[in-house]
């Protein structure tokens, strides 16, 4: 039987990082259309920085798997 290390637990949870960045991103921009009146720009803005929080995410736990070995 092995054991999982910490690397192996960083690559296995990026998925779920990503999926909630783009979720909260999407629902944030879905809040400020509903507030402002401003459809879709809302919804394309929050997408965006949840794109980019994810991508982010994506790269700091590729650099400190990487940087492990």
């Known amino acids: 039987m092995s054991r ?3 690397k192996d637990m960083k690559a296995s ?11 909260l991103g999407i629902f944030g921009g879905n809040y400020i259309d509903g507030r402002y009146g401003t459809k879709p720009w809302g919804i394309f803005l929050g ?3 949840g ?3 994810a991508f982010r995410s994506m790269w700091k736990t590729v ?3 990487s940087d492990d070995k």
């Not at 949870?13 to 979720?23: D, F, K, P, Q, R």
């Open 63 to 65: 650099k400190s798997v």
């Open 51 to 53: 794109l980019g929080a």
């Open 13 to 23: 949870i990026l998925g779920l990082e990503m999926g909630i960045s783009i979720a």
């Open 4 to 6: 999982f290390s910490i």
């Open 47 to 49: 997408l965006a920085l």
